[in-house]
Every structure is written in C-alpha cells, then in structure tokens.
Nanobody, 125 residues
C-alpha cells in the first residue's frame, strides 16, 4: 500500500522559511515523478513543484520560482520542499503526490495516482 506522509507545515511570518517533507513508502518510486501541489480556501489545487525521483530535472510554478526548491533523498525515500521568502499568498494546504511513468504532464493533478493527506502552511503578514 502506497503511503505519502507530509510534515513540516506551520505558521511563519512573511519572509520566513519552512521545509516540508514527504515520506514515501509502499513501492519503488524509481521511475515516478514526485510533485508538490497546494490548495487555498475557495481555490483549485495548483501545481507548485515536481522532480523525477531518479534525480535530474526539476519544475516549478512561476509564482514560486527562485524561492522554493524541491529535492529528494533516495536513501530516506523522502522528497522535500524548501520554501524561502514566504509570502501571505503562499498560505495553503500543501500536498505531496506521486505520478507513475507516462501518466500525463506533471503540471496537472490528473497525472498523479497517489496523494498525501496534506500539511497546512500559514504565512502571516
């Protein structure tokens, strides 16, 4: 059974930093893409960042480019999202997700077969 468990959310002031973690288990993710999405109240879930589990290419939404960094620790089966220079508009529930190979473009939620339960990030002004 595949499980994705996020942690690291919390309350931070604008300009601060947080690091989200997503511990993955239940299968081998070698060929998968791992992504972070977020959803603010009253809004659709939106793409934040993605990475190939095997390493290499990373992808970011324009709104977080230069501030957020996605990375993996294969030994720990964990994907991270380092968030710097946080803004109030970054406030949302952040979700980790895993997309199988050839499941579609990684920018869309439909490509992802597995989702975590989400972790709340609140940025105060």
């Amino acid at each position: 059974q595949v499980q994705l468990v996020e942690s690291g959310g919390g309350l931070v002031q604008a300009g601060g930093s947080l690091r989200l973690s997503c511990a993955a288990s239940g299968r081998t993710f070698t060929s998968y893409r791992l992504g972070w999405f977020r959803q603010a109240p009253g809004r659709e879930r939106e793409f934040v960042a993605a990475i190939y589990w095997s390493g290499g290419s990373t992808y970011y939404a324009d709104s977080v480019k230069g501030r957020f960094t996605i990375s993996t620790d294969n030994a720990k089966n964990t994907v991270y999202l380092q968030m710097n220079s946080l803004k109030p508009e970054d406030t949302a529930v952040y979700y980790c997700a895993a997309a199988p190979p050839r499941s579609g473009t990684l920018y869309y939620t439909s490509a992802y077969a597995y989702w975590g339960q989400g972790t709340q990030v609140t940025v105060s002004s």
